[in-house]
């Protein structure tokens, strides 16, 4: 889990050619810094800016549907230019959710505060947190820390801005890949789809890519990737995910670069999910259409009793077949024996195993990626005291 | 846990003057017996029969929607007449599900054995199972055990009954109650919507009330409680409930009576829960439709995070927020807070606790009881082998 090789899963399929580079370096016309401000009981970095230097940034920005979103999240929703956003401000300790009109008057000073610093309209300013919900922010030191983090941005602070954003993570996920003559740099966080006492997946990505139309192509990534894991079954507050590219490089992006780098961020955090032992992916295939599949794979995956068999390397069919059998209630479908299902991967001791059902009714397919339910997770989120 | 007084939970209100009577001891004109015929490694009774002695019978029969159904429950959606049913076959280690087509015909044997020891037409005698799936019957022993049941059902079979149809169950869960001359009597067994290995919950009800259209108020009875109750969100392969009413007593069944019983082994099921130390209400209120409320009220009491804090007696409103916000996602919602979540019970060491959301959306109101997730479920859904 250092991180290096960055691309370590059987399931991600990186282009040709792709070359990874120190992840501190950001893809060129970025940089970040990040400073301590307080918020973090351990004392380390949680406050932390990233933002273009170059003359052009088209980016794209996704944001959490829940309908109890963080303040930060409403902010973006409300107030953000999503295809020109120039810099993001984080922080880490603190979700500033359910934090009511207090909540988004801080989040709008914050916003502020990086725009000044770092000379920006307040509308090319996206805003993200992550850490404990329904705490007032201790103003004068968030401000503080984020002013002191638009001071000290430069081109290889993509290492301490991932550290900054970290909370529950037992490790840092970030990389710089290069391929075709273009950089892309990540950094995500998340431990689970929320934390104990709180929320959160975040994701920040650059590149010197020319992308002058980044929406359609972050949120395919994302849906290839943030959209198919499950920790909990849980959506978060905050979830934030921020594409900026400067185009300096003035090549286009190369296919699969973005999905592959987003894909390996989201199976890291599934892995590092809480107190997740192993991954699985749970694969449907013949299944009547594309959402009859997803809905299949998203109950397996979600299912508590598969979750513990993943983790007691009990390749139990019988629990795939009722969650199958749960998300087709009402329909038509084959008694679904061990023909159907192949669990026989789950008795193996790998880190990442594979089930696959069999519907026999279509062609369509789907998969989600999970976490195994095991007795840390309760640990951690029974004795998390609010 | 002994379940005198079978009226036990603050949630029940049973009509005034109900009395509690033997459980052995079931509604005048029905019988039942049991035997063991092997299929429970324990060696304790596992095929029970329940039949009408009564001229008349008056039945309603509900089974689950899930679309990996049991084969008892394929045979029965088939080929029961669901109005008439005089009769049910059970059996109790053994589910019978994932199958095949030799499943179906094993469900078809044992509905014709029994049929003809009880002397009635098999489209009259209603199967059902629980245990382990996907494992062939050993036919022989069942269909010795069906026909030793139905050869010693007596009117004070209740109990055995009751007894029979357990598979991980702590305790069983069957009452006789009498109110306004009618008596009811009801055998249930569930622990957990669906049990390692395998599922179920099974609930078998007989008055002598006359009762010309059971099914709508079986119907209604069913939905104020096993379909207001999770443990682990998983819906059975097997799921049945039988109410038979022999007319005999020449009243109507008192209004509540059958609401208040199915509801108390409703809750029994949940503190029976899969290592369940204590039972929560989930209650959402100011919703803008009755749908709206029941989908939050679902989103919480199948919430791993809200589970594992019931369980760390941790009032953590935040984790009901994010879960009543993700049932809303899309949705206009207001900040929930403090002021909105009462989740102070938590705290305290009560067997049944609530918590309370107002979203501020309207008027409707819905409520879901729920079991904690600890330890002891990871325990028993992890170590279980097939």
């Given at each position: 889990m250092s991180g290096f090789p960055f691309f370590s899963s059987r399931w991600v399929e990186p282009p040709a050619g792709v070359e990874e580079l120190d992840p501190a370096q950001l893809a060129p016309g970025f940089a970040a810094g990040a400073v301590a401000c307080g918020l973090k009981p351990s004392g380390k970095t949680d406050a932390a800016v990233v933002t273009a230097t170059s003359e052009r940034c088209d980016s794209a920005l996704l944001l959490t549907p829940n309908a109890s979103a963080a303040a930060p999240v409403r902010l973006c929703r409300e107030s953000c230019d999503t295809g020109a956003?120039?810099?993001a401000a984080v922080k880490a300790g603190n979700a500033n959710a359910s934090t009511g009109e207090q909540g988004m008057?801080?989040?709008?000073?914050?916003?502020?505060a990086a725009a000044e610093g770092l000379g920006l309209e307040p509308a090319g300013v996206a805003?993200?947190?992550?850490?404990?919900?329904?705490?007032?922010?201790?103003?004068?030191?968030?401000?503080?820390?984020?002013?002191?983090?638009?001071a000290r941005v430069r081109p290889d602070g993509g290492?301490?801005?991932?550290?900054?954003?970290?909370?529950?993570?037992?490790?840092?996920?970030?990389?710089?890949v290069r391929c075709d003559g273009v950089t892309l740099s990540a950094q995500a966080k998340g431990a689970g789809m929320i934390q104990p006492g709180f929320a959160t997946m975040l994701c920040f990505a650059q590149t010197d890519a020319l992308l002058e139309d980044p929406e359609p192509?972050?949120?395919?990534?994302?849906?290839?990737?943030?959209?198919?894991?499950?920790?909990?079954?849980?959506?978060?507050?905050?979830?934030?995910?921020?594409?900026?590219a400067s185009g300096e490089s003035?090549?286009?992006?190369?296919?699969?670069?973005?999905?592959?780098?987003?894909?390996?961020?989201?199976l890291l955090i599934v892995a590092d999910g809480e107190g997740s032992t192993r991954v699985g992916c749970a694969r449907v295939r013949e299944a009547a259409s594309g959402e009859e599949a997803e809905r299949a794979a998203r109950a397996i995956a979600n299912s508590p009793l598969v979750k513990t068999a993943l983790f007691?390397?009990?390749?139990?069919?019988?629990?795939?077949?009722?969650?199958?059998?749960?998300?087709?209630?009402?329909?038509?479908?084959?008694?679904?024996?061990?023909?159907?299902?192949?669990?026989?991967?789950?008795e193996s001791e790998e880190a990442e195993v594979e089930l696959s059902v069999r519907l026999g009714r279509g062609e369509a397919a789907a998969h989600v990626w999970f976490s195994d339910l095991g007795y840390e997770y309760v640990r951690i989120n029974a004795e998390y005291t609010t």
């Open positions: 956003i120039r810099a008057r801080d989040s709008v000073a914050i916003q502020r805003v993200a947190a992550t850490g404990k919900i329904g705490e007032a922010l201790p103003m004068d030191k968030v401000l503080e820390g984020i002013r002191g983090a638009a290492a301490e801005l991932a550290e900054a954003i970290m909370t529950t993570d037992a490790f840092a996920k970030r990389c710089t192509v972050l949120r395919s990534a994302v849906e290839g990737s943030f959209e198919r894991i499950t920790v909990d079954g849980q959506m978060s507050t905050n979830d934030t995910v921020l594409l900026q003035g090549r286009p992006l190369p296919a699969g670069l973005l999905d592959a780098v987003l894909l390996q961020l989201a007691g390397r009990d390749p139990n069919w019988g629990r795939i077949a009722q969650a199958a059998g749960m998300a087709l209630a009402g329909e038509e479908l084959e008694d679904l024996g061990p023909d159907h299902i192949d669990a026989a991967e789950f």
